[in-house]
């Protein structure tokens, strides 16, 4: 009786497995939808790429037919079904003899934002199986597969500066660059490298091994950029190059500028303002007021201004103009300043950077009529009454020789 009962168990089996086998799905077959000649990697599937798939559906019985046959995809997240058959993601096939396969055909999209990962597509695959004759005796048959799909994301990397200040000629500036993954895979063995030019360029390292990056996270590196003296104003780039290795196993480089603004700086050491003269006129004093440029950017559209004083002609303003490196300028003005008393006048000076920027400098100055350069104006009486007295010095001594050798000759 147990022997029996075995018998029965071990055909119930039999049968069950015999009943599995008569429909079959073997694992998806894929490759990447790309028109790129000699694509090295079809079967690397990465964000944003199309995937064509095939299903081979396999008809196992050797005594059983099967008709009607529908293949069904049901994709997860970040896939999505593409319309290539008249239902979308529904193929079929309209019959299968003993031991014959046939092939379902699909195309899926990959998100553009799919982290790295292998993503569930579920496969079901429904048919009619029956036995020629002519009795029909049909049964419906389901089969549920489900499978993982891996997806390898792409790093994409962004760089930024913490402070973009501009950099004066003949100066560096120190830069914190941020290098940041926006992509959605990770970096291995990320290296950085820094590649300047002839008018902006990198002092110190300029290679950096960064090892890896994940997606959304960044790095920072400080370096030292260098803008030599005769750059001009304007925007410059540092090239940064970037070599990784893909969780792919692919390699892959990259290449972003960095733009960098160098811009000529007025320090407020670089106008110098200074008394150039003073002297005496008939109408008061004439004072002369200088302006040096001592820098290497241009003071563009000067204006000298004093105060202080009464001036004669009611003109206090002068325009100096542009003044380049090393080059100076004055203002000359008429004062109603008299007597032996110390006076003090106001110098403002107004001017503009290449970028209209306004800028002014104050400065007092101290008239000393001490020092001043003093200069008669009109007939000069002095003069004239010392050549007077010289003759008439010259006169008596004369004849006073011509009256000693009149004497010696008598």
Request: proline share 4%; hydrophobic share 35%; net charge negative.
């Amino acid at each position: 009786m147990r022997l029996l009962a075995k018998s029965g168990l071990l055909l119930l089996v039999f049968a069950l497995i015999s009943s599995s086998y008569a429909l079959s799905v073997d694992d998806p077959q894929y490759v990447v939808d790309n028109s790129e000649f000699g694509e090295t990697n079809p079967n690397v599937i990465h964000p944003g790429d199309d995937v064509n798939i095939w299903i081979k559906v396999v008809n196992d019985n050797y005594d059983k037919q099967l008709k009607d046959v529908k293949v069904e995809i049901s994709p997860h997240y970040p896939f999505e079904i593409k319309q290539v058959n008249p239902e979308t993601g529904v193929a079929e096939i309209s019959h299968l003899n003993e031991g014959e396969s046939d092939t379902a055909y699909f195309k899926i999209h990959v998100s553009e934002n799919a982290p790295s990962d292998e993503y569930r597509i579920d496969v079901t695959v429904t048919a009619t199986e029956y036995e020629s004759g002519d009795e029909p005796n049909e049964r419906e048959k389901t089969l549920t597969k489900i499978y993982y799909v891996p997806i390898y994301g792409i790093a994409k990397f962004e760089i930024n500066l913490d402070d973009n200040n501009p950099i004066n000629p003949s100066e560096s500036e120190e830069l914190e660059v941020y290098i940041k993954n926006q992509g959605t895979g990770t970096a291995k063995y990320l290296t950085l490298n820094l590649a300047g030019t002839s008018d902006l360029n990198i002092v110190g390292p300029t290679t950096f091994y960064l090892e890896s990056l994940s997606p959304q996270t960044q790095k920072l590196i400080t370096v030292d950029a260098y803008a030599i003296p005769t750059t001009e104003d304007g925007i410059y780039s540092i090239n940064a190059n970037i070599e990784w290795i893909g969780e792919d196993g692919a390699e892959y480089t990259s290449s972003i500028p960095i733009n960098l603004k160098v811009k000529s700086t007025i320090f407020d050491n670089q106008p110098f303002l200074y008394l150039d003269g003073v002297k005496a006129i008939s109408g008061g004093q004439e004072v002369t007021i200088a302006l040096a440029n001592r820098g290497t950017s241009k003071l563009k559209h000067c204006v000298l201004e004093i105060d202080g004083a009464v001036e004669l002609n009611d003109n206090y303003i002068r325009y100096i103009g542009d003044l380049e490196e090393d080059d100076s300028d004055s203002g000359i003005y008429e004062l109603e300043v008299f007597g032996d008393s110390k006076t003090n006048i106001t110098a403002t000076l107004t001017y503009f950077n290449e970028y209209h920027e306004e800028f002014i400098l104050v400065q007092e100055f101290e008239l000393d009529p001490a020092n001043s350069q003093v200069k008669q104006e009109g007939t000069n009486y002095t003069f004239i009454g010392l050549i007077v007295v010289l003759a008439v010095i010259a006169y008596i001594l004369y004849r006073r020789w011509k009256k000693r050798k009149d004497s010696e000759e008598e």
